[in-house]
């Protein structure tokens, strides 16, 4: 693992690279950006590449200390995940806890905290003395896809590193060379800000799954067919795929963006192209007012899971405007 084995992300590497180049390693770094664009394999390979003794810039991946980290046992490389819903103050007074004994090298510790955003008030009050004033030398890598939810004093204690989407193009074509068939790995890349994220995607049983019942639901709600598409609903909760409304509300946001590339003659940016012919078909029966109609209905379908709306009410509102 070496920063040259992450896709894109160019100008976080160069930034990285640099303080360890010039040994100007900050104490505190907030890695932003959407999720799945690589921050976590990034945070590892920058950690790795802080204690690496066989390279001034990047991880070496043969050293002792690279081996450490790629197997998961280095003891001076804590990772904090949420507990549940959030990151606890516990959680925090463990780390801090942790990093009161020093280092087994000469390096400093580090610790990575994914989603920091989901900090309770308490964990993120806790960590604001530590971020700036560790009981041992240490580097704080911290991984936000919302970090407007962060406290402005975590903000303005930290290094800010941003992270971008990746080209899908891009994306595309490392999954094609690994194999993956091309609907599904179109779909994982529209739906992805990087290629961790797709592969995490395409990982999931349900994905596939999750596609054919959106293509379902499409051709039935064109039909007017309301007894077909509330069947099809409840077999979304039946079979286990309600636990993920948000991918599905995706995918008809960009089922209905296919209709409008397909009406504009922007066929190259067909997601579901090898439902070409059905598109066709179809998006001559609908204005663009109503397409972007249904995308906008998506997207409040998807924003109302977000803010704990209940998951079938939310499925149901969403498929009846479909009928209008």
């Known amino acids: ?68 980290v790629q197997h998961g046992n280095h003891p001076d490389l804590t990772v904090l995940r949420p507990d549940g819903a959030s990151i606890k103050i516990d959680q925090i007074r463990e780390l801090q806890r942790q990093f009161s004994y020093r280092s087994e090298g000469i390096h400093p510790k580090v610790y990575i905290i994914e989603g920091a955003d989901k900090m309770t008030v308490q964990a993120a009050n806790s960590l604001l003395k530590f971020l700036e004033e560790p009981p041992a030398p240490a580097v704080g890598i911290l991984l936000s896809d919302n970090s407007s939810s962060l406290l402005p004093t975590i903000l303005s204690r930290t290094q800010r590193i941003p992270f971008h989407p990746l080209n899908p193009e891009l994306m595309l074509q490392v999954l094609a060379e690994e194999g993956v068939a091309a609907p599904l790995g179109k779909c994982a890349a529209a739906l992805s800000a990087g290629i961790e994220g ?16 959106v293509l379902q639901l499409a051709k039935e709600s064109m039909g007017k067919s309301s007894a077909a598409v509330a069947t099809a609903g409840q077999k979304l909760f039946k079979t286990g795929l309600g636990e993920h409304l948000d991918i599905l509300f995706s995918m008809f946001h960009l089922w209905f963006k296919d209709m409008l590339n397909f009406l504009y003659r922007r066929h190259e940016s067909i997601v579901f192209i090898d439902q070409l012919d059905l598109i066709s078909r179809h998006a001559p029966q609908r204005s663009t007012e109503q397409w ?33």
């Open 1 to 68: 693992m070496s920063f040259q084995d992450i896709l894109g992300q160019e100008d976080a590497k160069r930034l990285l690279r640099n303080a360890l180049r010039k040994n100007a390693v900050s104490h505190a770094y907030l890695f932003t950006g959407p999720a799945g664009s690589g921050q976590m394999k990034t945070a590892q390979t920058f950690a790795q590449a802080i204690f690496c003794t066989g390279s001034a810039d990047d991880a070496c991946g043969v050293c002792l200390e690279c081996r450490k």
């Open 198 to 213: 797709c592969r995490e995607l395409l990982a999931q049983n349900w994905f596939a799954e999750m596609r054919n019942l």
């Open 292 to 324: 972007v109609n249904y995308m906008e209905a998506a997207a409040e379908a998807k924003k109302r899971l977000r803010s704990n709306a209940n998951a079938q009410l939310c499925l149901e509102h969403f498929l009846i405007r479909l009928e209008h």
